[in-house]
């Protein structure tokens, strides 16, 4: 019910949950029902995974770590070659549920609103 929450409760949610499996008070219904899933495989240093779909769940969307690369900047004088933040993100779904052009275009979207994120703004 990650959608009936804000961005507090859901802080507060994740991190009840991730205190519970710490704990070993995590129980099978505290992970069911879910249909998305967001994996940070970045916290262990690699820069991109594989995720695979926890049935019955829908899609699974994992991020790298974020590294320092070198990128080639596109602007109306010329491309040049500039050092940026840069992450992998892997999406994989389940191709009887999401048409393959709707996951891709997902994918986009997230990575455009991340190119675009303003730490500034109200939440």
Not at 10 to 15: C, E, I, M, S
């Amino acid at each position: 019910n990650a959608d009936q929450l804000n961005l507090v409760g859901l802080t507060k949610q994740v991190n009840s949950l991730a205190n519970a499996a710490r704990n070993n008070k995590l129980r099978p219904e505290d992970t069911q029902g879910g249909t998305f899933t967001f994996t940070n495989v970045g916290t262990f240093g690699s820069l991109m995974g594989t995720p695979i779909i926890n049935q019955p769940q829908v899609a699974i969307l994992a991020a790298g770590a974020i590294k320092k690369r070198p990128v080639v900047i596109e602007t109306a004088q010329g491309d040049s070659i500039a050092i940026r933040h840069m992450i992998y993100l892997s999406l994989s779904y389940d191709h009887r549920i999401i048409d393959g052009a709707l996951g891709a275009t997902f994918l986009n979207a997230v990575a455009k609103e991340l190119e675009n994120f303003n730490a500034s703004r109200e939440i």
